[in-house]
């Protein structure tokens, strides 16, 4: 079973749905039991930084988070789900994060006429090709949306670059973690195939 | 690169597609979740539902479409119409929508937008903005109430506004061109879209192939949305972008 952390930010339903569709069994949950009984975790999210990990803190999901990234086994960060990962962000005032992937959360400060979420389909290249992007063809398209980016210290951990304004690392990998600033659960068949891959990892 | 969008609009009345719709290979054409699968497989970027529903009891059945179309493509999808209080956002992005786009209220209480950003994200307020020329050089006016209903409000300063409240994006439409198959507003769109740091969708006019170039050249719009052109199937998606992409376009056009 893979669990779909619930901390009240943003629709879940679309993830869950896209592990259903490509015919893995998700539960949507805040519960620690049910997140360490899961053979998969997923940390999801949309929202501002600093309410993510108050929301976090509030529900006590910060401890069973750590513990299901040592239990070594699956985890998948999504969109602010991969920034929760690092070890702080500049998003509003600095706010720590998860410190799980040592690294920066910072904001796109670009020139016009580039705008400011990055919104939209973009390419991925794939640096580190971890278990989820098996398969998946260089330079495919997924669907971004955000305003800030991270920079990890160790470049070891970059697994796909996208190009908006400056380079950026659209995902990272990290022995059991991998996390994708990018929403599969959004990307049509590229996404999907993310999906089932992540659901398919052991 | 970031590619430009393609995003189909359906007006969608009491649960059904009300603007015509002509798809050939459709069971029914009036079901907004089988049209939403059809241009999810086409390859649009993504879905805009507008709801048109007149009474509140009927407003659930947008719920309902929402809910059965997320749980069957996985793209992008906006909804708006009738959205006036927090609630009504959080239950649309619940049962699916990724963005939420919000007209009339916006005008008449501006701090619900940004109410709603702080509480949702910046990333799912969409704020649309129908504008008519005004008569003077270079200026629109707002309206709400589906055009009916002058504001007072200058089109540009109130994106701008709007940006500043927490809005992601922004939905343009010319009231004067919307329906005649003319061509989008491009004066509007570009004024507008230089003058924000947010995208910019274009909407209103679309007849042509090249009512989509211009949009997003001329009009420097960071996404254009069309609704007869498709539905109508004068056009499919995919020869909407590869039109686009034989003229340098950045456009999203692999195998869907």
């Known amino acids: 079973m893979i669990a779909i952390i619930d901390y009240g930010m943003g629709n879940l339903r679309s993830v869950s749905k896209a592990f259903e569709a490509v015919g893995h069994q998700a539960v949507v949950t805040r519960e620690a039991r049910v997140i360490a009984d899961a053979s998969h975790v997923v940390l999801p999210g949309v929202g501002a930084f600093g309410d993510c990990m108050a929301n976090l803190e509030r529900y006590e999901l910060i401890a069973p988070i750590h513990a299901a990234v040592q239990s070594g086994k699956p985890f998948l960060g999504i969109c602010l789900g991969l920034q929760l990962l690092f070890t702080e962000s500049e998003e509003f005032g600095v706010h720590k994060g998860l410190g799980i992937i040592p690294g920066r959360v910072k904001k796109f400060v670009l020139d016009p006429p580039l705008k400011v979420p990055h919104m939209g389909w973009n390419e991925i290249q794939i640096v580190h090709c971890a278990p989820p992007f098996a398969g998946i063809a260089p330079r495919s398209y997924c669907y971004f949306v955000h305003s800030y980016y991270v920079e990890p210290v160790e470049s070891s951990v970059v697994a796909t670059m996208t190009e908006y304004g400056r380079p950026f690392a659209s995902a990272v990998w990290k022995d059991n973690v991998v996390a994708c600033q990018f929403h599969p659960e959004k990307s049509q068949a590229v996404g999907l195939q993310v999906i089932k891959n992540f659901g398919a990892w052991t | ?256």
């Open chain 2, 1 to 256: 690169m970031l590619t430009k969008r393609i995003i189909p609009c359906l007006d969608v009345k009491d649960g059904r597609v009300v603007k015509g719709v002509s798809f050939v290979n459709l069971r029914d054409a009036g079901d907004p979740v089988e049209v939403a699968t059809i241009y999810d497989r086409e390859g649009a970027d993504e879905l805009c539902f507008l709801d048109i529903t007149a009474s509140h009891e009927n407003r659930k059945t947008i719920i309902e479409v929402v809910e059965q179309t997320a749980a069957r493509v996985f793209m992008p999808l906006t909804v708006g119409g009738g959205v006036r209080t927090l609630d009504d956002i959080r239950t649309l992005l619940n049962a699916g929508a990724d963005k939420v786009s919000i007209n009339t209220t916006a005008v008449q209480q501006p701090e619900f937008v940004r109410e709603a950003a702080q509480r949702f994200g910046t990333q799912c307020i969409v704020v649309a903005i129908d504008a008519k020329q005004s008569g003077q050089a270079d200026r629109w006016e707002v309206f709400t109430h589906g055009g009916r209903k002058p504001t007072g409000l200058d089109a540009v300063e109130w994106a701008r506004r709007m940006e500043g409240y927490g809005a992601g994006e922004i939905l343009l439409t010319s009231m004067d061109q919307d329906g005649r198959q003319n061509g989008y507003d491009l004066a509007l769109t570009a004024a507008v879209s230089e003058r924000l740091s947010i995208p910019v969708i274009a909407s209103g006019g679309v007849g042509t192939l090249e009512h989509l170039y211009d949009g997003l050249v001329k009009g420097k719009a960071d996404a254009v949305l069309a609704a007869s052109i498709f539905h109508y199937r004068t056009y499919t998606i995919q020869q909407a972008k590869a039109y686009l992409r034989d003229r340098e376009v950045p456009v999203r056009l692999d195998p869907a």
